[in-house]
């Protein structure tokens, strides 16, 4: 079974810039398209950012211009470049398929945007 580790959070001020990975195990990445989603405290769960084997990206609306998902199927490896960050940013960041898949999440990276 396929497992995600994330990694690349931390603590930056607004305006700050944080790259994002999600390591995937398996032989399965490079068929799936995969996804970057996040959960603030006492919000569900949301998708910020998807890309398809073709390459196609897609954000949501509140990203839009200040993110940038990418894979590399070679390192099996999803990035998140985040720039131009919000307090609103500030969650814990997760990779999964697209459409996600419950039961496989990883521990996720937590990102604080904070004066």
């Known amino acids: 079974q396929v497992q995600f580790v994330e990694s690349g959070g931390g603590l930056v001020q607004p305006g700050g810039s944080l790259r994002l990975s999600c390591a995937a195990s398996?032989?399965?990445?490079?068929?799936?398209?995969m996804g970057w989603y996040r959960q603030a405290p006492g919000k569900q769960r949301e998708s910020v950012a998807t890309i398809t084997i073709g390459l196609m990206p897609n954000y949501a609306d509140s990203v839009k211009g200040r993110f940038t998902i990418s894979r590399d199927s070679a390192k099996n490896t999803l990035y998140l470049q985040m720039n131009s960050l919000k307090p609103e940013d500030t969650a814990v960041y997760y990779c999964?398929?697209?459409?996600?898949?419950?039961?496989?999440w990883g521990q996720g990276t937590q990102v604080t945007v904070s004066s």
């Open positions: 398996g032989s399965s990445f490079s068929i799936y398209a």
């Open positions: 999964n398929w697209f459409p996600l898949r419950e039961g496989i």
